[in-house]
């Protein structure tokens, strides 16, 4: 058992010939955390993921998991580590089945009842083989052995790819139900909505590189909140003076609807400013993950 964080990274450079894939990026995944790992096609996250696993050597950082260099321990750091990818190449003549059997038999060690409950939360059919098979379910094979296996981390590589919606559901739930029993998790996505759902800290790498990180509540007073509400004639004025005064400034105050962008630490005042001068219909939605990555990637919202 490790005292320090899960897996720690510093400095991680990961180079193919002249192209630098990670550039000096830094994460840190405390135990028994939910860490979201974000960044589009290319940023880094899977080649991050194969030094985490051991696959590829970094050339130059700090790398540990579980408190060992995966380059020089990767049996011992694997062993230790369910991981789903998000392209999943299986046995094709094997029965489902057969597929959890083979991946227990190569770890040596298995829960046959979470397996079970796992089979049927995911409502997979593990009497047919593998290449009868849609890639959601052969995601979902996967997904079952990689829960129900006795490991202390998770990283998850996409690992939604080709599930529907209910199973999406399903699958945080897992995630959730792992987080209480001490598991650690290190979620890799492109999907902003199940990276806040479940994450209670996010790390956001752009072109190989470190751009944002720490835990999800205390970055989200980075991105503002938005307000919006239906002012009355009278009061317009006087509620654009007193905005304006702390540096805020929504739409024209000749509008009856203000739509208002609001830091973290100003939220209660403006509520009560509005509150108090009988603006109706108030509204006041927190900033979310999306607000936080599109700063970042500068891509308008749709």
Known sequence: MTTGPVIE???LVKRFGALAAVD???LLVREGEVHGFLGPNGAGKSTTIRVLLGLYRANAGLVRVLGLDP???AAEVTRQISY???EVFLWPTLTGQEVLDALAGLRG????AAEQRLTE??????????RTYSKGNRQKVVLVASFAAPTRLLILDEPTSGLDPLMEEVFQQCVREAAAAGRTVLLSSHLLEEVEDVCSAVTIIKDGRLVESGRLADMR????STITAHLPDEARAAIDVRLRSWGLAGNAPAERRLVLNVPRDRV????GVLAEAGAADITCTPARLEDLFLRHYQVAAR
Do not use: Y
């Open 109 to 112: 060690a298995r829960d046959v």
């Open 84 to 86: 789903v990818p998000g």
């Open 268 to 271: 209660a005042a403006v509520l």
């Open 9 to 11: 990274v510093r400095g």
């Open 221 to 224: 007073h980075l991105a503002a």
């Open 121 to 130: 939360a995911f409502a997979l059919d593990t009497r047919k083989r593998i």
């Open 24 to 26: 000096g990026v830094d």
């Open 71 to 73: 380059a020089s321990h």
